[in-house]
């Protein structure tokens, strides 16, 4: 991995500056981020009360139509709806 600029970032305070963080530290947070999750996955749990949305059946039906999911009315949408 390439080594990231050491270029500082500051803070103006009342007094002046400080040193609020640098790109070195920076990439070591996201190191030990990416670290803390081996396989890459990172994701919160849906909420168990949400809908599910049929995304095979949605982009056969988009794709059909020549739309994209955004363009779908309310009407449309709820077909694709599981509660």
């Known amino acids: 991995m390439a080594k990231?600029?050491?270029r500082t970032v500051l803070k103006q305070t009342?007094?002046?500056y400080?040193?609020?963080?640098?790109?070195t530290m920076l990439r070591?947070?996201?190191?030990k981020?990416?670290?803390a999750f081996p396989d890459g996955?990172?994701?919160?749990?849906?909420?168990?009360?949400?809908?599910?949305?049929r995304i095979r059946a949605l982009d056969k039906y988009c794709r059909e139509k020549?739309?994209?999911?955004?363009?779908?009315?309310?009407?449309?949408?709820e077909r694709f709806l599981v509660y």
């Not at 400080?18 to 790109?23: E, N, W």
């Not at 070591?28 to 190191?31: K, L, R």
């Not at 020549?66 to 949408?77: A, Q, R, T």
């Open 4 to 6: 990231a600029n050491l």
């Open 14 to 16: 009342q007094k002046g």
């Open 18 to 23: 400080t040193l609020k963080r640098s790109d």
């Open 28 to 31: 070591e947070d996201i190191n």
């Open 33 to 35: 981020f990416d670290n």
């Open 41 to 53: 996955v990172f994701a919160f749990p849906p909420d168990p009360n949400a809908p599910k949305v």
């Open 66 to 77: 020549g739309i994209k999911p955004v363009d779908l009315s309310k009407e449309e949408m």
